[in-house]
C-alpha cells in the first residue's frame, strides 16, 4: 500500500510528521511505501540523518505552503504546488492508496474532494472523529466539511458512520442518533426534521432519534450525526472545556492541597490518555473515492504514525466498498437527494 | 416589583419552586410581591403547611400543563390556562413585572414572544445564559430561542448581551465574540459571515471577531453569539461534558487509588459550586418587552430563588430600557433587517 503524507501539515512540521512516519515504518508491511510530500530540499535534509529502512519512504516534491489563514479554494488555484494539492493529485492518478494530512482542514477538504471525487451514490463528504467517552467511542460526522448542509446529507453520515463504526471499532449494528436541541421529534429545525424522516425510513439503520448535546457522553448512541458548523463546534468546545475543566481543578487543588495535587497529577495523565482521540490518528474524511485523513493541527508524532496505520486498516478493510454497497441497497434514493 | 411564577415547571414542580419563591422573599422588598401560578387547590394546600410573611404570595388559578412533549404553539392554544400561557397573559396586560419559569423551554419562548411582543427595534429575542468559567463569566446568545437566525439577529444578540454582561455582571466594555469554525474571516456560513460584517460596522460593539468552541473557556471574550441550535447544543454538550469527565475521573480514582477520590471529593463540589450557572438564576429571553426568565428543567429551590432574584436586579436596573436605547443609537439600521 502506498501512503502520501503532507509533511508540511500542523504546527509541529515537518519534524514531528517525518518521526510519527518513520516510527509507523516499523508497524507496516514491507511492502508498503510511504511518500513524504513537501519541500525536496528540507525533507531530505532531515531524513538524511534519521535511521529507518530506506526504501519504506521516498519523497515528492512540493514547494508551496497554504496558510492557515488562506481561502480553501483561492489557496488551492494559486499554489498548485502546495503539499495538500500534490497529495491529492497523486491520489487522483491513482499513484497513492491514501493520503493523510494535519494541515488547513478547509483547504484539505477542497483539494481532496475536488480530486478524488465522491463515491458513488455520495452527495457530500463528511469529517467522521471518533469521541473516546468512558461509556465507549462515539462517531461524530461531519465535523467541518460541509456547512450547507441537506437532510440527504445529514442521512448519508449516518450510513457512512455506521460502516466505520462496524467495521473499524468493531461495534456490532451502531446505534445512530441525530443531533438536535430536545429529543422530542417535534424539535430542531427543518433540516434536522427531514433528515430524520429519512433515517426513520431505512429499516438498515439502527436509528435511535434526536439526541442532545449532553448524550455525547451518556452511552445513549455510537454515532452522533450533525451538521459540519454545529459539529466542528461541539469539536472544539470539548477540547476547550476539558482543559479548562482540568485547569480549574488544578488551580483549586493548588490553593487548598498542594500534596494532593501532586498525587492527583498521574490520574489527569491517566485519564488524557484513555480519551485521547490522537489514539485513532485523526479524521476520516467519509464519502471521498479514496482514503483521506485529515488529522489536528497540533498533531505530533504519534497522531502522524497512528493516522498512517488507520489509514491502512481503513484500505485493507474495503470500507469504501462496503459504504457503497450500502448506499445502493438503502431504499431513500438519490432522488430523493435532490428534492431535499 | 411584582414577580409571576410558573409553579409547574421543571422536574421538581411545585414543592421545590415553591420553596425556592419562599426563600426569596426574605431577600426582597416589603413592597415586593410574587405571585404563583398554577393549579390553585394543590399551590394552596402546599402553601398552608409552610411558614412565610403572608401578603407577599398570591395565586393565581392555572389548572392545565403543557408537556415536555408537546408543540409549543399548539399546546399554548389547546390550553390556554396552563402556568405559562397565564404568566404571559399577566405580564400582557401588565399586571405583574417579570415571569419565571423552569417549564419547556419552547413553550416559554413562543408564549413570552407572543404576548409580551418584542422590544422596539429588536427584530427576535434570544435566550442568554452566563457560563461561569476559570477566567470569568461568558454570557451565550442565543441558545435555543431562534433556530433560523438571521445575520441582524446574531448583531442584536451581541448589543443585547453587551448590555446585560455591562449592567448586571459589571464587565466595562464587554467583548463580543461571533462563534465560528476558525477565526479567520473567511471561515464560517454565510450568516455568520454576514453578521461579522454588521458587528465590524457598529463602532460602538468592542467586537473581537470570529471565536471558536474552545475560546469560551480561554477567557478571549465576555459574549459568545451564536444562532440557537449552536448554542443549545453548547450549553447540552457543557452539562454532559462536565458530568462525563467527573465521573470518568470518580472511576479512575475508585480503581486505583480509593484514598485518593474521599480526599478529591470536597475539591469537585467546590468546582461545582464555583462554576455553577444555578447561580446566576437561569437564562433571560433577552428582546421581549418585559422581564422573562427561562430556567433549566432541573432547577431546585436554590436557581429559583436566584431567578427571582435576578429578575429584580434586570427590572430595577432598566436593562431593557439601556436595550433600546442602544439599539437606537447603532448605525446599523433595521432596514439592513430585512435586507438580510
Known sequence: MRIAIDAMGGDYAPDEVIAGALDAIELLDETDELILVGPQQIIESRLSSLTYRKGAVSVVDAPDVIGMDEAPIEGLRRKPKSS??????LAKRDQVDAVISAGNTGVCVAAFQMRMRNLPGVNR?????VFPTIEGPV????????IACKPINLYQYGVMA?????????????RVGLMSIGQEDAKGNEVVKRARELMKSDSNMNFVGNIEGRDIFRGVCDIAVCEG???????????GLVDGLFRAIKHELMQE??????EFKPVIARIYGKYDYNE???????????TALICHGSSQSRTIRNAILASKKYYTQRINDKITECLSETCVRTADAQVN
Chains 1, 2 share one sequence.
Open 229 to 239: 458548523f454545529v459539529g466542528n463546534v461541539v469539536l472544539k468546545l470539548t477540547e
Open 162 to 174: 455506521s460502516v466505520y463504526s462496524k467495521h473499524l471499532l468493531e461495534i456490532e449494528n451502531p
Open 257 to 262: 492541597k498542594p500534596q494532593l495535587a501532586m
Open 84 to 89: 495538500i494539492a500534490v497529495i491529492a493529485k
Open 280 to 290: 485513532y490518528g485523526g479524521a476520516l474524511l467519509l464519502g471521498v473515492n479514496g
Open 139 to 146: 462517531t461524530i460526522c461531519d465535523v467541518g466539511a460541509n
Open 125 to 129: 463528504p463528511g469529517i467522521a472523529v
